[in-house]
T-cell receptor, first 113, second 115 residues
Framework: AQTVTQSQPEMSVQEAETVTLSCTYDTSESDYYLFWYKQPPSRQMILVIRQEAYKQQNATENRFSVNFQKAAKSFSLKISDSQLGDAAMYFCAYRRSGNQFYFGTGTSLTVIP | ETGVTQSPTHLIKTRGQQVTLRCSSQSGHNTVSWYQQALGQGPQFIFQYYREEENGRGNFPPRFSGLQFPNYSSELNVNALELDDSALYLC??????????????FGPGTRLTVL
């Protein structure tokens, strides 16, 4: 079974600073995809960044980047130059070569002005 | 381009009743997935529809059922509602095909309360 663990229920960061959200997952598969989604208080889930497991290079999207450690089954999200609009719930998600997404329990990020 | 829409926004039902939730996928998307998100939890996969056929199911009982229509919109039906069914129900659509790297676009959700 695939499981996704986010061990930080809550995190806070000072505006303009950097924060890292942790995610680990458990799988026996070698081909899969990992995602970070953001869910603001308005509830609509938005994709932040994705990573293909077969790619060695860590994905980057503007201020968002990941540290993907396949052997350790770790997939952390780094947010640089944090902005007030980054405050939200962040979910790590795993998708295998089939069609099911598995989500973690989320990390609530607060950005302090 | 219209995003994923869901109706209704909120719904209150009593135990034992039946409910139907609706989802309109984003234009051009033929795959729809449904998720249940309990308070303080991450979304749990219910099932997915691809070209009107169920294409994968999570660990949910048969009283959770669905449909997808020729225009790729979808319904989630829940029979014999239980208190634990209270949750946010999210619909997500994705681009043509089942490429695992395809992004899922989520709707705003339907908040179901079972009393």
């Amino acid at each position: 079974a695939q499981t996704v663990t986010q061990s930080q229920p809550e995190m806070s960061v000072q505006e303009a600073e950097t924060v890292t959200l942790s995610c680990t997952y458990d799988t026996s598969e070698s081909d899969y995809y990992l995602f970070w989604y953001k869910q603001p208080p308005s509830r609509q889930m938005i994709l932040v960044i994705r990573q293909e497991a077969y790619k060695q290079q860590n994905a980057t999207e503007n201020r968002f980047s990941v540290n993907f450690q396949k052997a350790a089954k770790s997939f952390s999200l780094k947010i640089s130059d944090s902005q007030l609009g980054d405050a939200a719930m962040y979910f790590c998600a795993y998708r295998r070569s089939g069609n099911q997404f598995y989500f973690g329990t989320g990390t609530s990020l607060t950005v302090i002005p | 381009e219209t995003g994923v829409t869901q109706s209704p926004t909120h719904l209150i039902k009593t135990r034992g009743q039946q409910v139907t939730l609706r989802c309109s996928s984003q234009s051009g998307h033929n795959t729809v997935s449904w998720y249940q998100q309990a308070l303080g939890q991450g979304p749990q996969f219910i099932f997915q529809y691809y070209r009107e056929e169920e294409n994968g199911r999570g660990n949910f009982p048969p009283r959770f059922s669905g449909l997808q229509f020729p225009n790729y919109s979808s319904e989630l039906n829940v029979n014999a509602l239980e208190l634990d069914d209270s949750a946010l129900y999210l619909c997500a659509s994705s681009q043509p095909g089942l490429a695992p790297q395809s992004e899922q676009f989520f709707g705003p959700g339907t908040r179901l309360t079972v009393l």
